[in-house]
Structures are given as structure tokens and as C-alpha cells.
């Protein structure tokens, strides 16, 4: 393989005067490791989801190891940059959260002395995404002091190969990479040059790596707490960005949108469209400046100019988009007018970027895709022993990259408007883009370490009562969508209408499924899908940042794939049952955060902040009873809807460390959500 050295490298060289260097990729067998590491749970990925099952692990008294790909743990709050909690107003008004994401923001609070130091009006936290990384992993190491467990902490590290028998992971071969001596520091170049070179085992020009082999501990001495005869000896944490454990695993997963069926019946495809995952951003920090700022032109910024819009006519406007994310502000007392748009913006005032027809960069072809499909990735050649390289396309990475960049000259500079025309959008040249290694994303290049990921690789849980071809979390059991709207009749099949009002019935399915009353008799349900074996809770719209019809997405006169957003709307809150954690194939593996076992639509939901924290709370109390058990996580709930005794001591176990897994006065006999918006 080659690293890709577009023009965008004239760019980076002008900001940091280094130039990427060229590596050739190798496949070999696998390598005598350096290091061998034992753990009791090895999480795979340092964002919220990974984070927060280390933090229930380790004070539990764990030894836990964690890798991430980056340098920084917490994910959207730090490494992706998208430092402002995403949060509903009834859920943040109780403040019905797991405690450790209520520690979370209790230390924002305490380091700035108010939650919201950068007055931003998307959220009542916005801050800066270096103080994410510290006051995480300071969490972290308390929690490992409080519970006396351990935390061994690989940063820079890639999974390369995962060894698994009898349906049981027995070892894990990574590689950490550091700057090859004489070379700049990590985060000097953008991700999409050194991420080829990061999943080879050779040292090259760039990187010196270390080949690292995570193993289970080794069984206690002569009888001392003796090892249970059943059980696994650890367990593996999927908690990448974008699924990428399961793709290695090769066990069954899904990827972009699902085909059209009762469940998900507002499908913007019949068969299914897996290039189209939601858009990845590349975050980047800009400052308010006293004087005009010179701005050069990128080399490439004609190429992507044809993209970049306010969007909407009631969101032209440059105030409101700068103070919609403002992670500092010079003064975050003041009294603001209750018009976003009347806002003011000082001198030293810093906004993160995260906008939809901005740096969002939204691929969905197969020419392409960002996340490699399962067939594309066999074509490659990636799923041969040795041979992965990610399951991403660097090409896309890369061009992900000049968009984000292309789209702060088009805030400063641009005058055009690829979706409200000519004469909408005026120059704001007193900004500069903030760059350095202490600058809020920690880069030379000054974009965020990793994009913003927004949905990757969704598992299929395992084959269960009602779920034939594997479990998963549908739209209709969340949306609070009009299902009578004439779409569902038009675009399903009578016996599929049938169908979907059948799911959507709630307590009155008998009188419908015996025919005492017909569908437009039949109120829907009013809440949620209430699940027997729930671990943990998360509420948030179905929010969509669609894929492009056209390839490339920044193709002049692009559109967003047609009926992606009919999904879009309020959800009620939901619960996130053990179940769509639980893989098909390999016992020892649990998943969190985005990639657990949902259809595209609710994806769309199950993505923020805090549902990220409460999906890897599950996972690390659920590993930790598994281990003091014997009993493996699907035989919790292998019997459902039978009665689980031991699933109802886990789920009270979660419940008194104080992390919900039930919304206040969740019921089949409430329907009283009209509040939870």
C-alpha cells in the first residue's frame, strides 16, 4: 500500500513544515511479540462507551487494558472533538444519568467553575476537548484507587489479529506505534498519512512499533481462589468507532441502511444500501480575532466549494453557527439576548465546527464508502490472517480532511451558498484556525485526532424468541413517528402494514390480532419498547446526517439520498437490553456504543454522550459478574422471555451501583411521555 499525499500536503507542510513519509504495508505472519499483557477485560477503544466500561471494571477491582487508536481517551469529548454533551431537556433536568457521566460533568464544572465555559447554546456543556482527555483519565485512575484494580493504558494502539477458539477469544496481537527518532511528534500529520503505516508490524521511516499480545491472567496459584470450571477467563470490549472488532471477527453485522421491512418500514431503501452510513466529521477550532486575519487559499478548496452551505434560510447566519458549539468564551457571564443570531463574539472567543453542509464529509457508494463492507473487505483481501489494515478507506479519510479544512476558508472567505444560492453568505475573515500540539484538538494540523463518528458497524445479536435471524433494536421501538401517514400504505405491502401495526399495538395486540378491532382502530403504543433484560437507558431524537446521492459527495449540485430523513424526529426514552450487546459466535465478546445491535434508524438515536457511557457501564458490570459467576453473558438471556434469575441479579447489581436501567415510572401501563420530547 501507499500513503496519499494530494495536495493536501502542501497545506500541512505550510502549517508544520513536515511532509509525510511513504510506507510500504507488508503482510507477514504474525511476529514474536514485545510485550505480553494479561488483563481480566481488554476494552478495544478509549472513547465515552470504552471509557466508562473501564471506569464500572476498575472499581470492581479489575486489571483492565485499554487501547485507542488515538493519543487521548473520551472519544467525542476529546479526540473527535465534538466537546459538547448532546443531552434532552427532561433527561438532563433530573439528571438521570449513569454516576459516572454525572461525575463527568461534575469535574467540567469544577474545572471551569460553571458547566458551560464556552456559553454555547447547543448544549449546556461545551468545553475544551483537551480537558475532556485529563479530566477523564484522572477519573480513570481514581476509580482504579477507589476499587483497587488496575488500569493499563495503551495509547497509539491498533488491533491486528484476534485469535479465537472454541467460540472464545484467547488472544489479542496489537501494535503501538511512537515517532520513528528524528521524526515530529504524533499528531503532527493528519490521521490519514500514518494510518496504513499504524497497522503494519514494521518499523518504518515514521513509526517505531510494538507488537503487543493481551492474554487472559494465568490461573491462581495451588488452590487459592481457585479458577470456576466454567466461564470464560476474560472478556473483549468492542468499543471502536466505527465496529471494527466485528468486521476483524468477521461474526454477523450489518452496515448503512436496512431494507424496508415492518419493523424499520421507514427505510429510505427496499433491499438495503450498505454504503450508506451517516456522515463522519472532522472537527477544528476556530478563534475570534480583534483584526482581519490573512487566509490562503487551499489548493483543493474549489474542489469541495460546491458543498458548503448554512443549510437552511433560519440557519444563515454567521453568529449563530459560531456560538452553537463556542467551547470558551471571553465572557461566559454575560447576559445573552434571547436571539442565537443577536449573540455577540468577542476577541479569544474559540467554536468547535461540526456542521451538516460543513466539514460533515458524507460518502455512499461503493466507490467510496468510508467503512468497507464485509465483501469489500473479503476482496482485499483484509479478512486473511494478518492482513487487516482497519476496514476503513484512507482515500476518503483523507478527503474528509480537506472538507473540514476547505469549509473554515469557505466561514472566513466563501461567498457562495451551494443550497440558498448567491447573496446569502458574507466573508468573516477576524478568525484563525488554531492549530499546535496545545492548541483544543491537540494537533499540529489542528483538526480533530479522529472524525467524529456518527454510526459504523451495527452487531446481530444472537437468534432468540421473536428475533429468528438475530436480535436487534428497531425504529418502531423507539420513534414517535405518525405510522397512519399514507407512506406506510403506499410503501408496504398489506400484509406488512398488518405487520407493523401488530409491533406497534402495545396492550391492545390481543384485540387486534384476534380481529375485534382493526388498525385504524388500534392506538399506538406511547413509549418505548420495554425490554426484560435492560442494563441501561439513553434518550435522544432520531437525528440523520444522510449519505450523498452523487460521488463524490462534494459533487456540484449533490443531494441528500432520498428519503433518509423521513425517519428524522422524536424518540421516546429507551432502554438498552444485555441482548444487543451479545454477538453471534464468540462468547467472551461484549459491544458498546455505536455499534450495538440497532437498524440504521435508531442508530440514529443510540449514538450521544451519555447513551455511550450507560452501554459500556453495562458492559463492564456485566463482565465483571460474568467473571465472579461462570456464566457467560448469553446464557443470561438464552430463556427469554422465561424468567433469567441470574439476569435479575445483574440488572439489581447495576441498579445499586447507581446506574439506571429504567426510566422514572417505566410501565406497559404508562403512557404519560408526552413530556419526554
Known sequence: MRHLK???????????????????????????????????????????????????????????????????????????????????????????????????????????????????????????????????????????????????????????????????????????????????PLNTEPLSQIIEDAYSYEDSPRLDKTIIRFNPPSPPLESENPPLEKGAKWYVIEATETGEILGLTDVPYRLGVDERTPFEPTSSSVSGAPYCTQGFTYTFAMEATAEPQPHKLPSFYQQYAPYYSYELERLANFNLVYTYRRIHSMNPDEQLPGNVREWPIYPGDISMQNWTWGNDYRPGSAEDNFIFTRNQLQAMGQLEPGDWKGGLRTETLERGEENAIGYFYWLVVGTTDSQLGEGVKKPHPNHRYVTGLDSPMGTVHGLSKYPYIREGRRVIGRPSWGFPEGFEITEIDISRNDFRKEFYQENLSSEDYQALWTGLAGLELPALLSGMQTVEETNPKSRATIYPDTVGIGHYAIDFHPCLTKTPPEAPGNTEREGERL???????????????????????????????????????????????????????????????????????????????????????????????????????????EDWK
Request: hydrophobic share 40%.
Open 6 to 184: 494530494r495536495s493536501f500536503l502542501s497545506l500541512i507542510s505550510s502549517l508544520v513544515s513536515v511532509t509525510a513519509i511513504a510506507t510500504t504495508a507488508l503482510s507477514t505472519p504474525p511476529p514474536t511479540p514485545d510485550q505480553e499483557v494479561a488483563c481480566d477485560i481488554l476494552v478495544v477503544g478509549g472513547g465515552l462507551a470504552g471509557s466508562a466500561t473501564a471506569y464500572e471494571a476498575l472499581l470492581a477491582g479489575r486489571t483492565v487494558c485499554m487501547t485507542e487508536i488515538t493519543d487521548w481517551v473520551g472519544g467525542q469529548i476529546s479526540s473527535q472533538g465534538t466537546s459538547a454533551l448532546d443531552e434532552r431537556a427532561t433527561q438532563r433536568s433530573l439528571l438521570y444519568f449513569p454516576r459516572g457521566y454525572l461525575e463527568l460533568r461534575k469535574r467540567i464544572e469544577e474545572k471551569y467553575g460553571r458547566l458551560n465555559p464556552g456559553a454555547c447554546w447547543v448544549s449546556q456543556a461545551c468545553f475544551m476537548p483537551y480537558d475532556g482527555d485529563k479530566i477523564l483519565f484522572n477519573m480513570l485512575q481514581d476509580a482504579a484507587k477507589k476499587g483497587k484494580g488496575n488500569l493499563k493504558w495503551f495509547p497509539s494502539t491498533v488491533v491486528k489479529e484476534i485469535e479465537v477458539t472454541d467460540g472464545l477469544i484467547t488472544n489479542v496481537t496489537a501494535i503501538q506505534h511512537e515517532p520513528a527518532p528524528g521524526t515530529p
Open 567 to 673: 425517519g428524522q424526529g422524536a424518540a421516546y426514552p429507551f432502554q438498552i437490553p444485555l441482548r444487543a450487546m451479545i454477538p453471534q459466535e464468540i462468547d467472551n465478546l461484549l459491544v458498546v456504543g455505536k455499534s450495538i445491535a440497532t437498524s440504521h434508524i435508531a442508530a440514529a438515536a443510540y449514538r450521544v454522550h451519555s447513551f455511550e457511557w450507560s452501554s459500556g457501564v453495562a458492559a463492564g458490570i456485566t463482565a465483571d459478574f460474568a467473571l465472579k459467576t461462570g456464566i457467560k453473558p448469553y446464557e443470561l438471556v438464552d430463556d427469554l422471555p422465561l424468567q433469567e434469575p441470574q439476569l435479575e441479579v445483574l440488572k439489581k447489581r447495576i441498579q445499586e451501583t447507581g446506574n439506571q436501567i429504567y426510566f422514572p415510572e417505566t410501565s406497559i401501563f404508562n403512557n404519560s411521555w
